[in-house]
């Protein structure tokens, strides 16, 4: 191998290298990033403060047990929509479901209440009139969720 090919493949290597860290670093904050952000990407639960996935959504990747200390989001931040800054807890209308698993909502905090439901995978719709503006909690249908 000539100097020349060998300062080449050691150049070469060396992006190599630099390229897949920085993939690695973007792909790790990205994901720390995408919960809470106001959009609600593939894989995430949305709680929406209007009526037919309307107004600022609150957007999850994992189960909350309390609503009542999370608020709707903008995206990007700096937009505006209905109910922007408002709690979440008691103040959602409609929802979507943008996983492949269904979950459960409470009308209480910490999986409590009075009514239970389920939001099947992939569903997208309105609440019900016993849920609209009283869901408090939520979580995987898989996951156990306290106090059942």
Known sequence: MTHLTRRMATVALAVSALGGFGLATAGTAAAEQVSYDGYLDPNEMGFYYNSNQAGCVFDLYDKDQNFNNDNFRAFPSSASCNGKGQVVGNNTASYKNRTDQPWTVHTGPNSGGTYHGEIPA?????????????IESTCFIVEYCAPY
């Not at 569903?123 to 009139?129: E, K, L, P, Q, R």
Request: charged share 10%.
């Open 122 to 134: 992939f569903y997208v719709g309105n609440a019900t009139s016993n849920f609209k503006n009283n």
